[in-house]
């Protein structure tokens, strides 16, 4: 049913993802379908790389990691962003659209006030993709 | 760095010596949430700026009088005392500039040997512009060209109480037309964008090809060591915030200021207390709404809208003006900037006090406590420009840009006050004499009006660009830190303005502003040392 999985990760936060991963690798068995990690990241140095490069090198090291545990099909894909704490969502849309994924898989916190102010990353990729978006609460 | 670069990176970076240090960005961060917002701030650089900014506001609040004496007294004894070591120190920022775009050095990229940059040329060259000139060039393109011109040609020029420069030239309206342009584009051409060119540069440097925190203390580090991650880093990045955030809060005080006497003169609207504080309030509002947009949907865009609005206006008044006059005028101002360079730039043996220590000093020292803010954000925003390019555009460029709108502006004024005796130009107020040179030309309504917009879009798109700033900093250096961080330094700036417009106390500030210039003068000499330092490890 599902040809392609994408799942945007927080490298920073990977203990909040477990539950997300989990679900991610049970439906790439279930249709044998590779799993693409997707990464975002400033050029400036920040607490996972001095530099795009070092954050991609991490990136795989997780993606190896998460294709032996789970023994599925994995790459990885780091997008470069100018200001990531506010394009994020642009630049999960465009990774999706480059992956040529048909579900993204990802984690989601439980709603709170500011939700009303800002629009969940979720549902601006199921806007602005056409792919199915799959939120799992952490 | 490895060549086993992930996928997903289009190209290797390639070749460039970062520094090793056990140092990871964002370790000594403390991350929460306050309510529903999330925090990622710096321990204990965000706290202490924060709290340190709100006693200094309660203090001149409380002690205004006495304040606003100590602060004013400690900036003139400053740009009195020390004017030799402002113009000398700038001299060299201009200098090592200049060399760099000729050595071999100016062949490193910043961000590795085969970095490509993140900005296209218009985009990159319009956030420059915005986020350092702009709202000066609004205010001081007429008046500043229209005082040394008055001054020059005044019949006690020359004399110890004169603020002429170079000793003026009584009587002599030719020589004071030309003494008045070169001394404005002196304050506003090569030596100003230096001191931007070295900040930026230096945190550049570091940042993208050392992997250093984009933060001001990283470019201590071939100085201090593995020390400016402890206290004296602390020092260094607290001491950024406190200039940048004095600095905008007190320029947004005064122009609101400015912006209301600019829409009495036009509307009529009165000015009061009440229409500042809305006018601070709109400015901090769109400003929010900018850095929340990000610096490509928000910073850039306002940015460009802005230098397309500013070369209309300039267009415009470059054709009704005296057209013919203003372009062969731009040449020769250029010439006479070069002629009269040596002679304004020198710190020693001159006889114009009130003109060095009054004008050129404190211009100096005002640059130099902006550069923190402009240098980190041009760095920011330079990545994948080689070092000649960097130069070139940062110095040479906006130099040329700077000559054109003095000219265009002041020369259209000093043409009104000297061909036609339209006397408006030097008898309007200081903030009302861009509009009085305005008035006098077709559709003054409609330029005004489009003057008024320019003033506020620049005020929105410096207090943007240094919440970002700000924000870098306070989070050390983590450029991811969460939004939310971004509204409370825009809201806390915006705060502070309309605390000392109500209360009193903006000219204190500033005056405190500006004095912060002293020490960060020391600060950029020793930046120069590092950029050098810096470059000849780089593989060029």
Known sequence: ?138 | MSDNSGPGIPAPEGPATPIETEYEVGQDNISMSVGPFGLDIHNPVFAISGLTIVAFVFITLAFQESAGAAFGDLRNWLTGTFDWFFLSAANIFVLLCLFLIFSPYGKVRIGGKDATPDYSYSGWFAMLFAAGMGIGLMFYGVSEPISHYSSSVAEDAGTPDSWAPLGGAAGNTAEATDLGMAATIFHWGLHPWAIYAIVALALALFAYNKGLPLTMRSVFYPIFGERVWGWTGHIIDTLAVFATLFGLATSLGFGAEQASAGLNHIFGIPVTDVSKVVLIAAITAVALVSVVAGLDAGVKRLSEINMVLAALLLLFVLLVGPTVAIVTGFFHNLYEYARYLPELSNPFGRTDDNFRQGWTSFYWAWWISWSPFVGMFIARVSRGRSVREFITCVLIIPSLVSVFWMTVFGGTAISQLVNDGYQMVVDAPLELKLFAMLEALPLQQITSFIAIVLVIVFFVTSSDSGSLVIDTITAGGKVDAPVSQRIFWATFEGLVAIALLLGGGLAALQAMAVSTGFPFTIVLLLACVAIVKGLRSEPR
């Open chain 1, 1 to 138: 049913m599902y040809k392609k999985i994408m799942v945007p990760v927080d490298l920073a936060h990977v203990d909040k993802l477990a539950r997300a991963l989990d679900t991610a690798a049970e439906m790439a068995k279930l249709y044998n379908a590779p799993v693409t990690y997707v990464g975002v990241t400033s050029s400036a140095p920040g607490p996972l790389g001095h530099n795009p490069d070092e954050y991609a090198e991490k990136l795989s090291g997780f993606t190896a990691s998460q294709a032996s545990t789970h023994g599925i099909q994995t790459d990885g894909k780091t997008v470069v962003s100018h200001d990531p704490a506010v394009d994020l969502d642009d630049a999960l849309i465009d990774a999706a659209k480059d992956t040529g994924c048909d579900l993204i898989v990802m984690a989601t916190h439980i709603p709170n006030v500011a939700d009303h102010f800002w629009p969940s990353n979720g549902g601006r990729l199921a806007t602005h993709t056409n792919a199915s978006v799959f939120l799992v609460r952490g």
